[in-house]
């Protein structure tokens, strides 16, 4: 059984990790994602010291972990590309609903404009929050991005709608007091 020492944990990082790194290739073709994986692989191995493994059985262990973790990251990103692509369904549903019911909405247009507008990952972040109503921890698991990336793509949203709208809120102004 191999003890988990510094020294031993060195020997097997510099020793497998380009082997490991190789073999997860197989399954991810993107190597930011599989140094991830295989790096936390071997943090999983240094925080489980306890593991019994021994220099026989490290290779056949090592392989499955990795495996698992590659299958796991593409049922994650299946889920979530499932779900960018079932919000811009929903989307595209209300922008379809919105052209057929709304036509009384004088500023639609103006709207329309504004939203184009925005960068990509900012009107994304804007739409999920404004049209799908997701929180802000539910963009950020969709999207990839923290919390805080979050809060600043909507800031900037909002603050170019503003700046975009600013005749119209005048108007809205006025009209609601």
Do not use: G
Request: glycine content about 0%; aromatic content about 16%.
């Amino acid at each position: 059984m191999l003890t988990l020492n510094e020294h031993t944990f060195e020997k097997l990082f510099h020793e497998y990790y380009s082997f490991l790194c190789n073999y997860a290739f197989r399954y991810i073709a993107d190597k930011q994602i599989v140094e991830d994986i295989v790096q936390r692989f071997f943090i999983t191995l240094w925080e489980k010291n306890h593991l019994s493994v021994t220099s026989d059985t490290f290779l056949p262990y090592a392989y499955r972990s990795i495996k698992n973790s590659c299958i796991n990251y593409y049922k994650a990103e299946n889920c979530r590309n499932d779900l960018i692509a079932v919000l811009a369904q929903e989307w595209q549903q209300q922008l379809e609903y919105d052209r057929e019911e709304a036509d009384d909405f004088i500023y639609k247009k103006e709207v329309q404009l504004a939203l184009h507008k925005l960068p990509p990952k900012t009107k994304k972040v804007f739409l999920l929050k404004c049209i799908s109503e997701l929180t802000y921890k539910e963009i950020a698991e969709v999207s990839d991005i923290s919390v805080n990336t979050v809060k600043y793509h909507l800031s900037e949203a909002f603050r170019i709608m503003k700046e975009e709208l600013k005749e119209l809120s005048f108007l809205f102004f006025l009209i609601f007091f």
